[in-house]
C-alpha cells in the first residue's frame, strides 16, 4: 500500500547577475548547503528513519526569467516533484518571476531565512550586506506572489532553527497528501446510504480540486472476487487472525462462528485483491447494499485501513479519501489514524465528551491495547453476524477532521480533541474512542453544527491543524479550525465572511 519511491522538493534560489560571478558563486553554496540541512531535517517516512520524508534538490541559482519559467514547467512535469521551496539570498527583481510562477502548479513554500544567523557586528562590510539581503529580497518575491494571488506558505527564521525547520517538515507531509490526493482512486462498492445528504456531493468538482476519481461498482463484483479466493489463502489468513487477536471463545469454539471467521477472511482477501488490482487507495462499503456477501465488511475493512488504505461508510467516498490522504501525511508518525464517527454523547455537566465509534469499521492503527476479535450480530441490515475487532483508543491529543461539499465549494471543518480513557464498557461489541473536544463539547459542537459538518470524520492521533490547513490551501477548499480558541460569535462571523468571499473568488 505504501508507495516507495522518493518524493522531491524543489529548491529554488532567486538572484541576478548585478552581483558578479563570486557572489553568485557563493549564492549557490550556500543555497546548497541550506537544501542539505532540511532534507535531513524534515523528518522520517518510517517510524525507523529509514526513509526522509522528500529529498531536497538544490537547483541551480535562477537570475533571469527565462531560467524561472524553465524551472517552474520542469517542476510542473516533474511527477517526483512535490513542491518548491522559494528562498531569495539577494535581492531578485520579481518581475523575472511573473512569467515561472504564472505556470507553476506545485504548493509553494516561500523559505524566508538568512544564510548568516546572526549579523557578525565587528566585521559587517557592504559585501556582507550585500550578500545576506533576503529581508528585502524575499520581501520583493512576497509583493508579486501575493499581486498574484499566489497561495503559499511563508516559513520565516534561520534554517537550523529547529522551529523552522518542523514547520516545513509539517508543510512537506501536507505536500505529500496533496500529491497522493491528485492521483487517488476511489472504489464505492454499492451507493449512497439512502436519503443521506452529508456524505453525498460533486464528484466532478471533487477531481477538479482533490484529484479524487470515484468509482462506482456493484457490490456483486466485490463478492465475485472474494468468491475466487483459493482455500489455502482462506486458511493461511485465518490462521493469520488467531496468532494476532486475543480471540473470544465464541469464536475457537463454535463452528458456525469459524464459518464466519472464514467468510470475513473471503471478504478480506477478495476486497484486496479487487484494490490492488483496480490501484485503489480508498473504498466505500454500505450495509444497505450487500448483494452476494453474506455479512458486512467489518474485519476486513479494519485490517485494510491499518494498512493505510482509506474507508468511508454508508457510500461515504469524501470521508474514505480524506482517511487515505491523512494517512499518506502522517506516515511514520507516532498515532493512528481511522475513519470515525461522533456516535453518543456523555452530556454530564462536570465532565462532557464524545463516544466515537462505527457499526464496526474502525482502524486498529488507534488501538491502546491489543484488539480483541469478536462475534456479535448486527442490529441493522440483516445479514449474518459479522466479526470485528473490539479495542479502547490510545489517549492524548487528537483531532477530526471533514469535508462537506456546500454547493459552491468544498469545506473542511476540523475539532482539536483530547482522547481520554474510557471507562471498561463490558456490552458495547465494538472499537470505541472518547474524547473532549476544544474549547468544550457545548462549543465545539455548536461550532460543528452551524459549519455543516459531518457525523463521519477522519480521526487522527498523529495529525496536527497545521497539516490540514496546508492540505486544505493546496486544494484550494476553505478550512474551517474549532479549536482551545473558538467563540461561536467569531465562528458566525467567519462563516458569513467566508461565504461572501468564496462568492466573490
Ligand atoms: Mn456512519
Not at 449474518?384 to 477530526?400: E, H, S
Request: hydrophobic content about 40%.
Amino acid at each position: 500500500m505504501n508507495k516507495k519511491e522518493a518524493k522531491t522538493l524543489w529548491f529554488l534560489t532567486g538572484s541576478q547577475h548585478l552581483y558578479g560571478d563570486d557572489t553568485l558563486k557563493k549564492v549557490d553554496t550556500n543555497s546548497r548547503e541550506i537544501a542539505a540541512a532540511l532534507g535531513n531535517g524534515i523528518g522520517q517516512l518510517t517510524p525507523g528513519g529509514m526513509q526522509p520524508l522528500a529529498r531536497v534538490l538544490p537547483k541551480p541559482v535562477l537570475t533571469t526569467s527565462e531560467d524561472i519559467l524553465a524551472a517552474c514547467r520542469e517542476a510542473n512535469s516533474d511527477p517526483g516533484c512535490i513542491g518548491v521551496i522559494c528562498w531569495m539570498h539577494t535581492f531578485s527583481p520579481a518581475q523575472m518571476w511573473i512569467g515561472g510562477l504564472r505556470e507553476l502548479k506545485k504548493p509553494v513554500l516561500h523559505l524566508h531565512t538568512q544564510h548568516n544567523r546572526d549579523i557578525p557586528w565587528k566585521t559587517i562590510d557592504m559585501d556582507f550586506m550585500n550578500l545576506n539581503q533576503s529581508a528585502h529580497g524575499d520581501r520583493e518575491f512576497g509583493f508579486i506572489c501575493s499581486r498574484m494571488r499566489i497561495d503559499r506558505h511563508v516559513v520565516t527564521g534561520h534554517w537550523q532553527d529547529p522551529e523552522v525547520i518542523d514547520d516545513i517538515g509539517q508543510w512537506t507531509r501536507a505536500a505529500l497528501g496533496r500529491d497522493e490526493s491528485l492521483s487517488l482512486r476511489i472504489a464505492r462498492f454499492g451507493d449512497n446510504m439512502r436519503d443521506v445528504a452529508v456524505t453525498e456531493g460533486d464528484k466532478v468538482e471533487a477531481r477538479m480540486r482533490m484529484g479524487w476519481s470515484t468509482r462506482g461498482y456493484g457490490v456483486g463484483e466485490l463478492a465475485a472476487t472474494a468468491g475466487a479466493v483459493s482455500d489455502g489463502d482462506l486458511k493461511a489468513l485465518v490462521a493469520e487472525y488467531k496468532e494476532t487477536y486475543s480471540l473470544s471463545g465464541k469464536i475457537t469454539n463454535d463452528q458456525s462462528a469459524v464459518r464466519r471467521l472464514e467468510e470475513a477472511a473471503r471478504i478480506e482477501l477478495g476486497l484486496q485483491r479487487f484494490l490492488e488490482d483496480g490501484g485503489f487507495g480508498a473504498f466505500t462499503t454500505t450495509f444497505e447494499d450487500l448483494h452476494g456477501l453474506s455479512q458486512l465488511p467489518g474485519l476486513a475493512v479494519q485490517r485494510l485501513m491499518e494498512k493505510g488504505y482509506g474507508f468511508g461508510a454508508e457510500g461515504d467516498w469524501k470521508t474514505a479519501a480524506l482517511v487515505r490522504c491523512m494517512k499518506v501525511m502522517s506516515r511514520g508518525m507516532e498515532g493512528g489514524t481511522s475513519f470515525m464517527e461522533d456516535y453518543t454523547y456523555h452530556l454530564d455537566p462536570s465532565g462532557m465528551k464524545v463516544l466515537g465509534a462505527h457499526m464496526l469499521e474502525v482502524c486498529p492503527s488507534i488501538a491502546s491495547a491489543k484488539p480483541s476479535l469478536e462475534l456479535h450480530p448486527l442490529s441493522i441490515g440483516g445479514k449474518d453476524d459479522p466479526p470485528r475487532l473490539v479495542f479502547p483508543v490510545t489517549t492524548g491529543k487528537a483531532l477530526n477532521a471533514t469535508v462537506l461539499d456546500m454547493g459552491d465549494r468544498f469545506r473542511m471543518v476540523l475539532n482539536t480533541v483530547t482522547s481520554v480513557e474510557s471507562p471498561d464498557l463490558p456490552e458495547l461489541p465494538v472499537a470505541r474512542a472518547l474524547w473532549v473536544p476544544d474549547p468544550d463539547l457545548r462549543v465545539a459542537a455548536t461550532a460543528w453544527i452551524l459549519a455543516g459538518g459531518a457525523h463521519h470524520t477522519g480521526f487522527s492521533l498523529a495529525l496536527r491543524p497545521a497539516h490540514m490547513e496546508h492540505f486544505a490551501s493546496m486544494c484550494g477548499i476553505e478550512y474551517l479550525l474549532i479549536d482551545a480558541k473558538t467563540s461561536i460569535r467569531e465562528l458566525k462571523n467567519e462563516l458569513r465572511w467566508n461565504e461572501l468571499y468564496y462568492k466573490m473568488k
